[in-house]
């Protein structure tokens, strides 16, 4: 008789994992993100400082944040999966309105959660660092869909547009509206300014 031991193991990681996170969360909203310890956190989780680094490397900054995984494969998903005649940009778009600051109708806690990330700047950075770290495969995703090079510069820029978006405008005002003017600069181009022509060198 065969156990699941491999399959038990990921249970229980990402289980301590998800505790960390929410204990990390909890207590930078309580008491502020440069006040808290590494050691508070895996004291709240009741694990050792060397248990929580096992479970997350790159240390304080990261703990509040998942491995980055589902970022990918929904990002993947958005491009390959997007429906008929519809446009990569046009499934980016959508795909970026409903993260972070872009969401519509965000309940309390996304916006606390949110607002935390962006007004505190390691955890904005490593948020910026998660988002990078789809900048490949995300620029091959994109020529494949275009039927060019998986190298293909264009495909390049717009993986690392895109993805810059949330550092960029996180912080507007009005982040829904900058999100769009964005996408619309990417989608269509620099608009024609009054009395210029077109082409015009």
Same mark, same amino acid.
């Given at each position: ?7 038990? +193991? ?15 969360e909890?207590?930078?909203l309580? +008491? ?6 590494? *050691? ?19 240390? *304080?900054?990261a ?6 995984v ?23 778009? *959508?795909?970026?309105?409903? +993260? ?21 700047p ?5 948020? /910026? ?18 039927? /060019? ?6 495909? /390049? ?18 982040? /829904? *509206? ?24």
């Amino acid at each position: 008789m065969t156990t699941d031991v491999p399959g038990r +193991r990921a249970r229980k990681n990402a289980q301590t994992r998800r505790a960390l996170a929410e204990a990390a969360e909890r207590l930078f909203l309580a +008491r502020g993100y440069d006040t808290v310890t590494v *050691k508070d956190i895996a004291d709240e989780v009741d694990i050792s400082v060397p248990t929580l680094f096992k479970h997350v490397p790159d240390g *304080k900054p990261a703990v509040m944040f998942d491995d980055g995984v589902e970022r990918l494969e929904s990002l993947l998903a958005a491009v390959h999966g997007r429906p008929p005649r519809t446009s990569v940009l046009t499934a980016l778009r *959508k795909f970026m309105a409903g +993260r972070g600051p872009f969401e519509r109708d965000p309940s309390r806690a996304f916006v606390r959660r949110t607002e935390l990330i962006m007004t505190t700047p390691a955890l904005r950075e490593y948020s /910026r660092t998660l988002w990078i770290r789809c900048e490949k495969p995300l620029a091959e995703a994109i020529a494949t869909e275009l039927g /060019r090079p998986c190298d293909d510069v264009t495909a /390049r820029a717009v993986s690392r547009y895109v993805l810059e978006i949330p550092q960029f405008i996180g912080d507007e005002p009005q982040p /829904r *509206k900058a999100l769009d003017a964005v996408f619309d600069l990417l989608e269509h181009g620099l608009p024609v300014a009054a009395g210029e022509k077109a082409g015009a060198s």
